[in-house]
């Protein structure tokens, strides 16, 4: 899949030989983390170009909100019109995480961890389109993507800077904290509507935020949350190891992320188990709507069938592609789709919320006007991804879809 395109347009500056080095470093790191969400199976939609310029944040100095490198975090703002001009939707980038000093000092050198590398103007496509054709519920709304350079969900916190002594910032908390004041100050205090959007690590802090988010905004708006992509699973990999869950410990322990975690949860259980999705999305008390492959690619290269437990490379085709799977290995796909349908199984009764999880091997749908909303976009019961949302949105109807398993569905791109 594709995520937000950036665009090539870069700030010049002079740069020393150090800038280089890290630069080069940071293009590496940069291909690498891409790699995860980029799936070249997903078609690419000619559309009216759409590019939205960069924003630092003003009051993020004084709030001690700053990036991995002590950049000044940012976002992209294109403003709403007509009848979307009380009308707010917040998009969290998405990125990845990092769980180490090396990790997070690597980030640091890239777009995912420093607002240097952040590029001028960016493209706003799917839902974060200014083209009714492609974003019919939500193209005049005042649209927001910020940009995501802490390595933690926007939940990192300072306290657990003192642990490394290398000069990282863990300060997503406060980054979310310092953009949605200023969001609020130009003019989202005064929103009727609001959604408060994300893909993978951002589909996550949606979900993290997203009470935050309700209670900012007046009350009497009609405030929900759309989480793309970001319903990770606490699952074993093939090998029966908690690779993931792992991982979340490593994340949660550096950045000091549990005291942004639903704190019922964190009360009852080790905290890093509350990163996952399932063991909080029914505390939430703002109607959420969850869009979610039963087969999500990221997840199964990096959950299910990570490298560390493929050594035999017995998997090195299956994992990369859905079409290349054996029966044996379909059946453990089959099995964490099982995993999905049971963590969400008590959500599916909430009135409020709303779902649409497909069968196609994919991460990320929203973003890209190829799923989100096109003639060839991915459908269940005859309606996109974009229509099912504004659908639950707008309460024209309850929106609950859950789709056959793979591989029944000829709407998928791949």
Not at 329 to 354: E, P, T, Y
Request: glycine fraction near 8%.
């Amino acid at each position: 899949m594709e995520i937000p395109r950036f665009s090539s347009l870069l700030r010049c500056r002079k740069w020393a030989k150090s800038d280089w080095l890290a630069a080069s470093i940071g293009f590496v790191l940069t291909v690498f983390i891409l790699s995860f969400f980029y799936d070249p199976t997903v078609p690419s939609i000619t559309s009216p170009t759409n590019l939205v310029k960069l924003k630092l944040s003003s009051t993020a100095k004084e709030r001690g909100a700053f990036c991995l490198d002590g950049s000044l975090p940012g976002f992209h703002f294109d403003k709403g019109s007509g009848s979307g001009s009380k009308s707010w939707l917040v998009h969290l980038q998405g990125g990845g995480w990092c769980n180490t000093i090396a990790s997070c000092s690597a980030r640091a050198m890239t777009s995912f961890g420093s607002s240097n590398y952040f590029e001028d103007e960016v493209e706003f496509p799917g839902v974060l389109s200014n083209d009714p054709s492609q974003n019919p519920d939500f193209f005049n709304w005042n649209r927001v993507v910020i940009r995501y350079c802490d390595g933690a969900s926007f939940s990192g916190h300072p306290e657990a800077e003192f642990k490394n002594g290398t000069g990282l910032f863990f300060r997503g908390q406060l980054i979310w904290e310092a953009i949605m004041d200023e969001l609020l100050s130009m003019g989202m205090s005064d929103a009727k509507q609001g959604i408060l959007t994300g893909c993978s690590a951002g589909g996550l802090a949606t979900l993290i935020h997203c009470d935050y988010f309700r209670d900012h905004l007046p009350k009497d708006a009609d405030v929900k949350c759309v989480s793309d992509g970001g319903f990770f699973l606490n699952a074993l990999d093939v090998l029966g190891n908690p690779t993931m869950r792992s991982f979340y410990h490593d994340v949660v322990t550096l950045q000091g992320v549990d005291k942004s975690l639903d704190q019922n949860c964190v009360a009852k259980m080790e905290p890093s188990t509350c990163m996952f999705p399932q063991e909080f999305v029914n505390n939430i008390r703002t109607p959420v709507f969850l869009v979610n492959s039963a087969y999500d690619s990221w997840q199964i290269q990096n959950v299910l069938v990570p490298t560390s437990a493929d050594s035999d490379k017995s998997w090195a085709k299956c994992r990369l592609s859905i079409k290349e799977c054996d029966a044996a290995q379909m059946n453990v796909l089959q099995g964490f789709r099982s995993s999905l349908m049971d963590a969400i199984g008590k959500f599916h009764q909430n009135k409020a919320g709303g779902m649409f999880i497909d069968s196609c091997f994919i991460h990320c749908q929203t973003v890209t006007p190829g799923t989100w909303h096109s003639p060839t976009s991915t459908r269940i019961e005859n309606k996109t991804i974009a229509e099912s949302v504004g659908d639950w949105y707008f309460n024209r109807k309850p929106v609950k879809l859950i789709d056959c398993p793979y591989p029944c569905n000829p709407s998928c791109h791949n």
